[in-house]
């Protein structure tokens, strides 16, 4: 956890045996608070839940000698990330229009237009 201009952040490095499951070999967010007793309480929450998602890939990794993933698989993950995308949209820093130019001359999907596409083919 560290500490940005009065607003707390957390920090945790990537396992070296689950770096080719992530995008970086470290996870930041902000715990957007400035009260260094919630950033406290809110770190330690996150640390856990990485913890059993760490154990989680591990163990399921380990079910597949030869390294490879069924369909099954791929697709757990991959409700696990759009979950997790979609919940992280639910903060304001995340709101969007629809579309925005990228400069060349396409406009690029917002994370809104994601949501709403998932919600809409969700199974009820």
Request: charge should be positive; aromatic fraction near 8%; glycine fraction near 4%.
């Amino acid at each position: 956890m560290f500490n940005r201009n009065g607003t707390y952040y957390f920090r945790r490095r990537i396992p070296k045996d689950l770096l080719s499951l992530y995008p970086s070999d470290q996870i930041i967010f902000s715990l957007k608070t400035k009260d260094r007793k919630e950033a406290d309480k809110l770190a330690r929450a996150e640390s856990v839940r990485l913890d059993q998602e760490f154990e989680w890939k591990r163990g399921h990794l380990m079910g597949h000698s030869n390294g490879q993933l069924s369909d099954a698989d791929i697709e757990h993950i991959c409700t696990l990330w759009i979950a997790e995308v979609l919940d992280r949209m639910k903060k304001p820093a995340w709101r969007a229009p629809l579309a925005r130019p990228t400069g060349n001359g396409r406009a690029s999907v917002a994370p809104n237009l994601l949501e709403r596409q998932f919600h809409a083919s969700a199974p009820n």
